[in-house]
């Protein structure tokens, strides 16, 4: 059975800062690893998509790398700033189902 | 353009009512997802619909929960007799194809609390 885990469960870092979140998953079949923020009161929005033959995805400011065979997933976010605050979620694909982990709550100081 | 729609954006009920959740995709998707989000816990995945038919069902927690795809657009979720433990926010999502490989799109959720 897939289990996805994410560490740390929150997280509180000063602007500025470089950050790392970690996803960690225990079948490597997988199809893809899908990042997604979720914002209070909000759905869920994808940052990076990392297809199953690639190594890593960036957008903006965010880069997530994936290495399957270790099953693990890293989201990091450079140069921090409050509107980063949120909970971020990654989660695994296989067959019809996606499975996430319970997610890191960011909170970035002002 | 218009991203995935859910209604309710908050309900309450009491205990043993019936309740029906609605999902809106994007214009065009064929793929759509049901997950639910209890407090404190991850993301739970329901079920998905290819078209209108759900190849796997098997994510629903219980037989009085249920959904439902029409037209290949709208799709409701219902759930009979609700209980306390049925309290989580419910998140729909579409994406453009039934592929594994296709970024799904989210919806804001719909908050269910059963009193």
């Known amino acids: 059975k897939q289990e996805v885990t994410q560490i740390p469960a929150a997280l509180s870092v000063p602007e500025g800062e470089n950050l790392v979140l970690n996803c960690s998953f225990t079948?490597?079949?997988?199809?893809?690893l899908q990042w997604f923020r979720q914002d209070p009161g909000k759905g869920l929005t994808s940052l990076l998509l990392?297809?199953?033959?690639?190594r890593e995805q960036t957008s903006g400011r965010l880069n997530a790398s994936l290495d399957k065979s270790s099953g693990r997933s890293t989201l990091y976010i450079a140069a921090s700033q409050p509107g980063d605050s949120a909970t971020y979620l990654c989660?695994?694909?296989?067959?019809?189902?996606?499975?996430f982990g319970k997610g890191t709550r960011l909170h970035i100081l002002p | 353009g218009a991203g995935v729609s859910q209604s309710p954006s908050n309900k309450v009920t009491e205990k043993g009512k019936d309740v029906e959740l609605r999902c809106d995709p994007i214009?065009?998707?064929?793929?759509l997802y049901w997950y639910r989000q209890s407090l404190g816990q991850g993301l739970e995945f329901l079920i998905y619909?290819?078209?209108?038919?759900?190849?796997?069902k098997s994510g629903l927690p219980s037989d009085r929960f249920s959904a439902e795809r029409t037209g290949g657009s709208v799709s409701t979720l219902t759930i009979q007799r609700t209980q306390q433990e049925d309290s989580a926010v419910y998140l729909c999502?579409?994406?453009?194809?039934?592929?594994?490989?296709?970024?799904?799109?989210f919806g804001p959720g719909t908050r269910l609390t059963v009193l």
């Open positions: 989660a695994v694909r296989r067959d019809d189902k996606i499975i």
């Open positions: 619909f290819q078209g209108n038919s759900a190849p796997d």
């Open positions: 990392i297809q199953s033959s690639q």
């Open positions: 079948d490597s079949a997988i199809y893809n």
């Open positions: 214009s065009g998707h064929t793929a």
């Open positions: 999502a579409s994406s453009s194809q039934t592929g594994f490989y296709n970024e799904q799109f």
